[in-house]
Structures are given as C-alpha cells and as structure tokens.
C-alpha cells in the first residue's frame, strides 16, 4: 500500500537542464575537437572558436545554475567534499577544464591539452554520477545513466564539430569529414543503444516514471529526428565526397539534428522523468537524495 503516491522533484528545473546540456556539449566538443585537429584553412576567428567554444559552453552552464542557488557567492564550498561529493568533483574538473583550455589557446603545450582533456572527461562523467546517485528518483538511479551521458556528450558535441564546420565552408568539411562523420555516427550509435536499453528496464515504478519518454511523439523526435536522421545525412556526406554543397547541407542538418535530440533527451530525464519515489506501508524508510553526496 503507498502511502504517498510518486510525484515530480522540485529541486532541479531549466538550469540544471542548461548545466547539464551545455556541460556534455562543451566537453564533448572539445574533446572531439582535440583528436580532430584544426579544420584545414581555419582562420584566426575559427581556430579561436574551436578552442574557446567548449570551455565557453561549459561556463555557460555552470552559470546557469546561479540563477536557482540559493547563495552562489559560496559556491566554493562544494570543493570540500571532494571523497564523497559528485557534485563536488564536477565543480573541481570544471575549474581545472575552462582555465586549462583557454590557457592552452594563448599559451599551446601538450600538458594543458592533457589537463584540459582530462578535465573534460571527468566533467562528463561527474555530471552523470550526479544524476545518478540521486536515489530518491526512480528514472535516474539506473545504472546506465553515466554511460548515458558520457555518450550524449560526444554525440552532441560531434554534432555541433560537424555544423560548425560544414558552416564554414566546403572546403573545411572535405578535410574533416573522413574523421568527424564517422565519429559523429559511432557516438550517435552508442548514444541510440544506450537510451533504447535505458527505457526498456522492467521495473514498473521506472516504466510509470518514464512513460512520457516513451510516447509516439518524443521517441519520433528523439530517436528519429535527433539520431535516425542525422545518421543518414551523415552516411550521405560521406558519400558526396564530389559534391560539396550537398555535403556540406546534409552535414549541417545532421549536426542540428543530433543537437536538438541531445537536448531533448536531457530535459526529458530531468524534468519530464523525474518523479521521487513512493512511500509505501511495509517498505523500510530510505532517506531521499536529490541533492547526491557521492
């Protein structure tokens, strides 16, 4: 018997989407971008879009999420739990990810490109370890979710490569596409399996939670519009090695594509998905975390 009936968290709304978009956004591209290498003709303006755009994005999340802290002048504090705290280790890879990156475009050397990549792939997986070590929320504490978002983070982050590129014209695409394409459709793939595998888990609180995931139109957007498609634009890039404005559409419509899915997944999880647990008679209390410590 439940005594109290599953119902929708309150704690974290829009900005917490934003964080967590922008963050996996920002640390996939410049991960993507740093095994890419410049496009061929970049300019000064680009080359400095390439480098600065993911550690940007990323500062544009954390940002974000001033606008629901209760007192974000003492935000330092969330370094003082660093052995227990996801939250805190998130907050630690994001203050060594932005300043290493950009110091790394004013001053190029291979350990603040190490630091910088690092950095970002511990932000990633941090952001998804907080999610899921949420436990009082039913859609979120499954074990996938850090896989889920390490894979959002680069196929979004590919997706956004391949727009910025095509965007820049032809003659970038053409240098880049042997590499960027196939990364985008390996990341689309993993990112595709991992969240037909994640709605298909059997327990019937998750099936209850994640119901509006599941509906006609979301799973048409999301898996058809934001990973079906792209993947074909990107198979027709490939092939149109001798027609590059054809290329260089297909590829900018698949890089928004996998963007729009991207975000459309994460506001789905956190806000369409994220109902707390019931409480039912006979089931020992268990304390409910939406704010994880570790």
Same mark, same amino acid.
């Given at each position: 018997?439940?005594?109290?009936?599953?119902?929708?968290?309150?704690?974290?709304?829009?900005?917490?989407?934003?964080?967590?978009?922008?963050?996996?956004?920002?640390?996939?591209?410049?991960?993507?971008?740093?095994?890419?290498?410049?496009?061929?003709?970049?300019?000064?303006?680009?080359?400095?879009?390439?480098?600065? @755009?993911?550690?940007?994005?990323?500062?544009?999340?954390?940002?974000?999420?001033?606008?629901?802290?209760?007192?974000?002048?003492?935000?330092?504090?969330?370094? =003082?739990?660093?052995?227990?705290?996801?939250?805190?280790?998130?907050?630690?890879?994001?203050?060594?990810?932005?300043?290493?990156?950009?110091?790394?475009?004013?001053?190029?050397?291979?350990?603040?490109?190490?630091?910088?990549?690092?950095?970002?792939?511990?932000?990633?997986?941090?952001?998804?370890?907080?999610?899921?070590?949420?436990?009082?929320?039913?859609?979120?504490?499954?074990?996938?979710?850090?896989?889920?978002?390490?894979?959002?983070?680069?196929?979004?982050?590919?997706?956004?490569?391949? @727009?910025?590129?095509?965007?820049?014209?032809?003659?970038?695409?053409?240098?880049?596409?042997?590499?960027?394409?196939?990364?985008?459709?390996?990341?689309?793939?993993?990112?595709?399996?991992?969240?037909?595998?994640?709605?298909?888990?059997?327990?019937?609180?998750?099936?209850?939670?994640?119901?509006?995931?599941?509906?006609?139109?979301?799973?048409?957007?999301?898996?058809?519009?934001?990973?079906?498609?792209?993947?074909?634009?990107?198979?027709?890039?490939?092939?149109?090695?001798?027609?590059?404005?054809?290329?260089?559409?297909?590829?900018?419509?698949?890089?928004?594509?996998?963007?729009?899915?991207?975000?459309?997944?994460?506001?789905?999880?956190?806000?369409?998905?994220?109902?707390? =647990?019931?409480?039912?008679?006979?089931?020992?209390?268990?304390?409910?975390?939406? =704010?994880?410590?570790?």
């Amino acid at each position: 018997m439940e005594l109290i009936q599953p119902m929708k968290q309150r704690v974290w709304k829009w900005p917490a989407v934003v964080n967590f978009t922008l963050g996996g956004l920002g640390t996939g591209f410049y991960l993507v971008g740093l095994a890419a290498g410049a496009p061929e003709g970049a300019g000064f303006v680009q080359l400095a879009l390439f480098k600065l @755009l993911g550690p940007l994005l990323a500062s544009l999340g954390f940002l974000a999420l001033t606008t629901e802290a209760g007192r974000p002048l003492r935000g330092y504090n969330l370094l =003082r739990h660093l052995r227990r705290s996801w939250m805190s280790r998130e907050t630690l890879a994001a203050a060594v990810f932005i300043p290493a990156a950009a110091a790394d475009w004013f001053f190029p050397h291979p350990v603040l490109k190490g630091l910088a990549g690092a950095a970002a792939l511990g932000l990633m997986i941090s952001q998804g370890f907080i999610v899921y070590r949420a436990r009082g929320v039913t859609a979120w504490n499954v074990p996938l979710m850090p896989l889920f978002f390490v894979t959002s983070a680069f196929a979004t982050g590919s997706g956004l490569m391949v @727009l910025l590129v095509a965007l820049g014209g032809s003659s970038g695409l053409s240098g880049s596409a042997s590499f960027l394409l196939p990364v985008g459709l390996i990341s689309l793939a993993l990112n595709l399996a991992l969240w037909l595998l994640y709605l298909s888990e059997a327990d019937p609180a998750f099936q209850q939670a994640t119901k509006t995931l599941r509906r006609p139109d979301t799973m048409t957007f999301v898996v058809g519009m934001g990973h079906l498609l792209p993947a074909l634009l990107m198979v027709v890039a490939l092939g149109s090695e001798n027609t590059p404005l054809l290329r260089a559409i297909t590829a900018a419509v698949a890089g928004a594509s996998v963007i729009a899915g991207g975000v459309s997944q994460k506001s789905g999880v956190i806000l369409g998905a994220g109902y707390l =647990r019931a409480i039912a008679l006979g089931v020992p209390y268990q304390r409910v975390h939406i =704010r994880p410590e570790a």
